[in-house]
C-alpha cells in the first residue's frame, strides 16, 4: 500500500514536470499580450504578473524564446516606471509624506529591476528622480518645523545625486533655523557651520551652471553675516562684528551696507580714519538717495569730528539731514560743530 502511495506521488510529480515544459511559443506570446494590455489599461500590478509569466515560459523554451525574453526584459522596467509614475501622480493630488514615500520607494524599486534587466531607458531618468522627491520631502518637512527628519531627508538626496545645488541651499536653511535658538530670524551658533553649505551650495552651482542659486546663496551668506555682524557691533563685541563683516564681503564686495556697518563699528572702536575709508567706500556703493545716504554721511561726520576736521564733518552732517538722522546731524551741527550753516 505504501509503495502505490509513493508511485502515485511520482507520477503526478511527473506529469505537473510535463505540463510546465509542455508550455509553449503561443503561451509566452499570450503572456506577453496580456501584459501589454494591462500596462495600457494602467493596472501596471497585473501587467508586471504577466510580463513574469510569459519571461518564465519564454526562458523554459531556450532559443525558440529569445525573442520574446528580449521584449519582456524591455517591457518589465517599463511597467515598474509607469507604475511608479502613476504612485507620483497620487502625490501630487494628495500632496501627503505618505503618498511621497511611496513614490521613492516605486523609484527605487524601478532602479533595482532596472539594474536586475540592464536596462538603460527608463532607470537613469528614475535614478534622478529619486533626489528630486527627496529634496521635495525634505522641503516639506521643514515647512512643517521637523527640522531634524528634513535634514535626514536631505542628506540622502545629497547622497544620491552630490552635484545636487538647490540641495545643498536648502540644507544652509536647517542649518540656520536649527541654530537660531531665539527665533529671531538670526542665527545664532554654528555660523561656520552654515556657511559651509552656502559655500558648497555655490561651488556646486557655479559647476553646474545654475547661476540662480549660486547668487541666491551669495546673497543669503551675506545677508546673515550682515545681520550677525550688526547685532554683534550693538552689543559692543566690535573685534568680532569687525571680523563677521569683512567676512560678509567675500560675498559682496560692493555691499554697502555691510560698509556702512563696519564704518559705524570703527567709529565705536575709534578707529575713525578706517571709519572714514569704510564710510566713503559705502557712499560709493551706495545706489539709494539721500534718506538712504544719510546714516552713512553721519557716521562719516563723526569720524571727521573726532579727527578735527570741522568743515568736512560739517559738510558730511548737511547731507545727513533726512529721515531719522535729521535731529542728531541738526544737533552736531549747531552745538557740537557750530557749522556756519544748517539750511536745509
Not at 509566452?28 to 489599461?41: C, F, I, L, T
Not at 538712504?292 to 579727527?307: N, P, R, S, V
Not at 546731524?329 to 549747531?334: S, V
Request: hydrophobic share 35%.
Amino acid at each position: 500500500m505504501k509503495v502505490f502511495k509513493r508511485s502515485s506521488i511520482a507520477i503526478v510529480l511527473v506529469l505537473m514536470a510535463t505540463t510546465v515544459f509542455a508550455q509553449t511559443k503561443t503561451d509566452a506570446v499570450k503572456a506577453y499580450n496580456a501584459g501589454y494590455e494591462e500596462a495600457k489599461s494602467g493596472n501596471f500590478e497585473a501587467a508586471i504578473a504577466s510580463y513574469t509569466q510569459a519571461l518564465t515560459i519564454a526562458r523554459q523554451l531556450g532559443p525558440e524564446g529569445e525573442d520574446i525574453v528580449g521584449r519582456v526584459e524591455q517591457q518589465i522596467p517599463a511597467a515598474y516606471f509607469n507604475k511608479a509614475r502613476a504612485q507620483y501622480q497620487a502625490y501630487q493630488k494628495s500632496k501627503s509624506l505618505e503618498d511621497l514615500d511611496a513614490t521613492i520607494s516605486a523609484f527605487r524599486e524601478v532602479v533595482q529591476v532596472g539594474e536586475e534587466y540592464n536596462d538603460t531607458r527608463v532607470t537613469p531618468i528614475a535614478e534622478r528622480n529619486i533626489p528630486v522627491l527627496l529634496y521635495q520631502k525634505s522641503v516639506t518637512l521643514y515647512s512643517n518645523n521637523e527640522l531634524e527628519k528634513s535634514a535626514q531627508a536631505i542628506d540622502k538626496a545629497l547622497n544620491e545625486n552630490s552635484n545636487y545645488a538647490v540641495a545643498y541651499y536648502h540644507k544652509a536653511k536647517i542649518i540656520k533655523k536649527q541654530n537660531d535658538t531665539d527665533d529671531d530670524g538670526i542665527i545664532d551658533q554654528n555660523v561656520d557651520e552654515l556657511l559651509k553649505w552656502y559655500d558648497q551650495a555655490i561651488t556646486t552651482a557655479e559647476a553646474t551652471d545654475n547661476t540662480d542659486i549660486a547668487e541666491k546663496a551669495r546673497e543669503a551668506a551675506h545677508d546673515e553675516l550682515l545681520a550677525v555682524g550688526t547685532r554683534q557691533s550693538e552689543s559692543g563685541d566690535i573685534q568680532t562684528a569687525v571680523e563677521t563683516l569683512n567676512t560678509a564681503l567675500k560675498y559682496d564686495d560692493e555691499s554697502a551696507d555691510v560698509y556702512y556697518r563696519l564704518a559705524e563699528a570703527s567709529n565705536k572702536a575709534g578707529n575713525y580714519e578706517k571709519a572714514v575709508e569704510f564710510a566713503t567706500t559705502a557712499l560709493d556703493h551706495e545706489s539709494g538717495g539721500k534718506t538712504d545716504k544719510a546714516k552713512i554721511y553721519f557716521e562719516l561726520g563723526y569720524a571727521h569730528q573726532t579727527l578735527g576736521n570741522k568743515s568736512v564733518a560739517c559738510d558730511a552732517f548737511s547731507n545727513a539731514l533726512f529721515g531719522s538722522f535729521k535731529s542728531p546731524a541738526q544737533h552736531k551741527m549747531e552745538y557740537e560743530l557750530k557749522c556756519d550753516s544748517t539750511a536745509r
